[in-house]
């Protein structure tokens, strides 16, 4: 969509733009991924289909269960290194991809206006509310801090983000997001994302979980209390709501296993007796066989090496790989090459 059908939602004398780049229904593309993922041998949907209301509630909820490090692991080294990252940027904007609440951004924020560098916020995010709500909150807590909000999807509206304005930019693409990615995909995204960042000034700061004990790795989406198994089957209800599919939810039970070749996480749901669904809105009827599996989410895992692989694919050079004290969870810190 070009910049003229972008809508303004803020007055013009006001320290907050919000343009709009998604048409009514673009927030979610749900039957066009219907009708790809579940025509595959294999069946696959994307993760973001777990996040409608109920969806983002019980990952709320996921982030404060024992089992599941990556929030807290990533919080940690924000709180502690902050200043440090502050430091070592100098940075003048954050443009934030998939920014949500910016719960954790804020601790940025912070360093950076604490540092006097922090000019203005970039959140870019598919809820048109939650970067209103984002935007009265940074502005209130930071004095003269500039929002140019763009509520759009980061695989397609990158585009749209602002030239950098007057000093070092630093795009961050927090909680481990780059690990829904397949490999090509992922390397194929952090060269879109490159191309926002200026050689010898700007930096992207990414935050990826870390290979570790496949113990530690499996309980934190099989947590004992059950939450995870409801974020997983949330994508059946999300189908029978939306798309007036008529899945049996309970007749799915949830699946997470770390591959170890590949080093990463899958989440399927399992079919446990087969099952005919239909799936009205896309004129589609899907069989499945018992304990036949649908892929819902991939969640890859990095070493050092593969993240400098990846990046270095991407025209990125890791300058700074930050972890938390028990080294789960790791913020690094990219530069373009050259």
């Known amino acids: 969509m070009?910049?003229?059908?972008?809508?303004?939602?803020?007055?013009?004398?006001?320290?907050?733009?919000?343009?709009?780049?998604?048409?009514?229904?673009?927030?979610r593309t749900l039957a066009d991924d219907v009708l790809d993922g579940l025509t595959r041998p294999f069946k696959e949907l994307p993760p973001k289909h777990f996040y409608d209301a109920r969806g983002a509630e019980l990952f709320d909820r996921i982030c404060e269960l024992p089992e599941y490090y990556p929030t807290r692991?990533?919080?940690?080294?924000l709180v502690s290194r902050a200043a440090h990252i502050a430091q070592l940027t100098q940075a003048a904007e954050i443009v934030e991809l998939g920014s949500g609440t910016a719960e954790k951004t804020r601790v940025l924020l912070a360093a950076l206006a604490a540092a006097g560098t922090l000019r203005r916020y970039v959140p870019l995010d598919v809820?048109?509310?939650?970067?209103?709500?984002?935007?009265?909150?940074?502005?209130?807590?930071?004095?003269g801090l500039q929002v140019h909000g763009i509520v759009g999807d980061f695989e397609r509206h990158l585009g749209h983000v602002p030239a950098p304005g007057d000093g070092p930019r630093l795009v961050a693409f927090l909680g481990g997001t780059i690990g829904n990615f397949t490999p090509g995909a992922r390397r194929r995204?952090?060269?879109?994302?490159?191309?926002?960042?200026?050689?010898?000034i700007d930096h992207l700061l990414l935050g990826t979980d870390l290979v570790k004990d496949t113990r530690v790795l499996e309980?934190?989406?099989?947590?004992?209390?059950?939450?995870?198994?409801?974020?997983?089957?949330?994508?059946?209800?999300?189908?029978?709501r939306e798309l007036g599919a008529d899945f049996h939810v309970d007749a799915f039970e949830h699946v997470a296993f770390f591959d170890t070749e590949r080093e990463w996480i899958e989440m399927r749901l399992r079919a446990t007796s087969r099952q005919r669904v239909r799936i009205p809105a896309v004129g589609l009827e899907v069989e499945f066989a018992a304990r036949e599996e649908l892929r819902t989410e991939i969640s890859a895992k990095f070493t050092r090496d593969r993240l400098v692989a990846d990046l270095a694919a991407a025209g990125l050079v890791l300058e700074h790989m930050l972890t938390d004290d028990d080294e789960l969870f790791a913020l690094s810190l990219a530069t373009p090459a050259g």
């Open 73 to 77: 692991a990533e919080r940690s080294i």
């Open 219 to 240: 309980a934190a989406y099989n947590d004992s209390a059950g939450v995870t198994a409801q974020f997983n089957r949330n994508v059946l209800h999300v189908m029978n």
């Open 189 to 200: 995204f952090l060269r879109r994302v490159g191309a926002l960042l200026r050689p010898g």
């Open 2 to 27: 070009s910049t003229t059908a972008a809508r303004l939602t803020r007055v013009d004398d006001d320290p907050v733009v919000i343009r709009s780049f998604l048409r009514p229904g673009d927030e």
């Open 127 to 143: 809820t048109e509310g939650m970067i209103v709500r984002c935007a009265d909150e940074m502005t209130a807590l930071f004095d």
